[in-house]
């Protein structure tokens, strides 16, 4: 069993910066890829972003390539997410998940555990 918990979320002006943490619970955390994913207002969750459980490869969705950076420290068993130049529809919930597979997937039905999520609002 793995718990997730997010921090770092909160109110930012177009153009900001946050940075996202996820800091699972267990000692396997290096087994897992993770994932993050957000969900707007009646919207379906969406993928953003996926690290393999090495960090050597990283997926975005191409609405946040070039803006947003995944990135993980087994040592300290978190993974990240940079959000840079944010705008007003990155306003949403973010989730950390994690999914054992051996490839890294984008799917939400995919990932084996969730976190509570933390919200994101980008005023325009």
């Known amino acids: 069993q793995v718990q997730l918990v997010e921090s770092g979320g909160g109110v930012v002006h177009a153009g900001g910066s946050l940075r996202l943490s996820c800091a699972p619970s267990g000692r396997t955390f290096s087994i897992y890829n993770m994932g993050w994913f957000r969900q707007a207002p009646g919207k379906e969750r969406e993928f953003v972003a996926a690290i393999s459980s090495s960090g050597g490869r990283t997926y975005y969705a191409d609405s946040v390539k070039g803006r947003f950076t995944i990135s993980r420290d087994n040592a300290k068993n978190t993974v990240y997410l940079q959000m840079n130049s944010l705008k007003p529809e990155d306003t949403a919930v973010y989730y950390c998940?994690?999914?054992?597979?051996?490839?890294?997937?984008?799917?939400?039905?995919?990932?084996?555990?969730w976190g509570q999520g933390t919200q994101v609002t980008v005023s325009s």
């Open positions: 998940a994690a999914d054992r597979s051996v490839v890294v997937r984008t799917a939400t039905l995919d990932y084996d555990y």
